[in-house]
């Protein structure tokens, strides 16, 4: 009897207990759709210390603008997702995260790319973070980062929005697909240049026997007619030879551009990473970071990067070159600065050039 007694009581304790679980469910569910949202407010986590692409104010503007409906709303019939996805499909932001929370505030948390540097080169005005991925400047932007200016050939559009590899990937897997298009136009070449080739061989072995009772004169009428005949066909089927092979031969160059694209875009976009790796390097130097005021990157005649340095001290550029040996240019370079320049005068060359092999070549 009391074990009886005691299950009972438990069953009717956890009766209880879901019982209260439940109206409390309830109950919240009935004062969250009676809640409404009180305010907005909006915290963009600042990720780097140089300055800001997006405030708080911009971010209510979208909102604005958009007319999702957010101060007034009930809370439930917010459309979070649709919030953040407004200010996702801006490329410097990172992430975009929106919630509502007990009280009816809409908090909305938003983290900005950090870029590494700015492109203003041949049209372009974009950000590139140190993983490769760009963005158009917004306006009204202020961030302190390298400037990239000059006639550098990018390997992106100038409008582009993304990762670059990413880009330059799509671009690879099209220029593959042209090259089999142009494998696959030469087909009908081939089966040509195959039938040919069968006729000029059923064309060899064509031949007259002289009959029991023929004449000589007879046979050797029907032998002149056969060769002038094969003659003929002859030069026809060489010339459909050389057609052949002429068409076959200028898909083949066609598909020899498209590979060359091919490698000049990998080479393009390596630059490009080489850039991104450079910047790094000086931005994580304190005396180059101070030093360096602007880089000047062109695109040589063979398609190469490179690069010039204008410094803070001075009023000359710096001839640095392609991007290879790094450390041991800037080595190179500061010791000029401390040996050599103190004493003929920091004013007194409009260039120093760095990119031969243990010397520098200075010009008034």
């Known amino acids: 009897m009391n074990r009886l007694l005691r299950y009972f009581l438990l069953g009717l304790l956890w009766a209880a207990v879901a019982g209260y679980l439940l109206f409390a469910g309830l109950t919240a569910a009935r004062t969250r759709a009676r809640r409404t949202v009180s305010r907005l407010e909006i915290d963009v986590v600042d990720s780097t210390s140089r300055g800001y692409l997006v405030s708080a104010m911009q971010v209510r503007e979208w909102i604005g603008r958009s007319g999702i409906p957010t101060i007034g709303t009930a809370v439930d019939a917010v459309d979070l997702p649709a919030i953040e996805r407004l200010i996702a499909r801006n490329g410097f932001v990172e992430e975009a995260v929106a919630w509502a929370d007990h009280a009816g505030v809409l908090r909305i948390e938003i983290s900005q790319r950090e870029p590494l540097l700015r492109l203003l080169t041949d049209g372009t005005n974009s950000y590139a973070t140190a993983d490769g991925y760009v963005f158009a400047a917004p306006k009204a932007s202020s961030l302190y980062v390298p400037v990239v200016t000059g006639s550098y050939r990018l390997p992106f559009p100038e409008d582009y929005v993304g990762d670059v590899k990413a880009c330059m990937n799509a671009e690879l897997a099209k220029i593959e697909e042209r090259i089999a298009e142009l494998e696959r136009e030469k087909y009908p ?39 002038e005949e094969k003659a003929i066909l002859r030069r026809q089927y060489d010339y459909e030879t050389r057609t052949v092979q002429r068409e076959i031969d200028r898909l083949g160059r066609l598909q020899e551009q498209e590979r060359e694209r091919q490698k000049k875009l990998v080479e393009n976009y390596e630059d490009f990473a080489k850039l991104l790796t450079f910047v790094e390097s000086v931005e994580n130097d304190a005396f180059w970071r101070s030093e360096v005021v602007q880089i000047i990157a062109r695109t040589t005649p063979g398609g190469a990067l490179e690069v010039d340095l204008v410094p803070r001290s001075g009023r000359h550029i710096v001839r640095f070159g392609r991007l290879e040996d790094v450390p041991r240019k800037f080595g190179k370079l500061m010791r000029f600065y401390r040996s050599g320049l103190p004493r003929i005068g920091w004013d007194e060359y409009r260039t120093i050039d760095i990119r031969y092999n243990d010397q520098v070549v200075c010009r008034k």
């Open 189 to 227: 070449f081939y089966r040509r240049e195959i039938e040919n080739a069968q006729r000029l061989r059923e064309l060899r072995r064509r031949r007259i026997k002289r009959g029991w009772f023929e004449s000589v004169r007879s046979f050797e009428h029907k032998v002149a007619v056969l060769r």
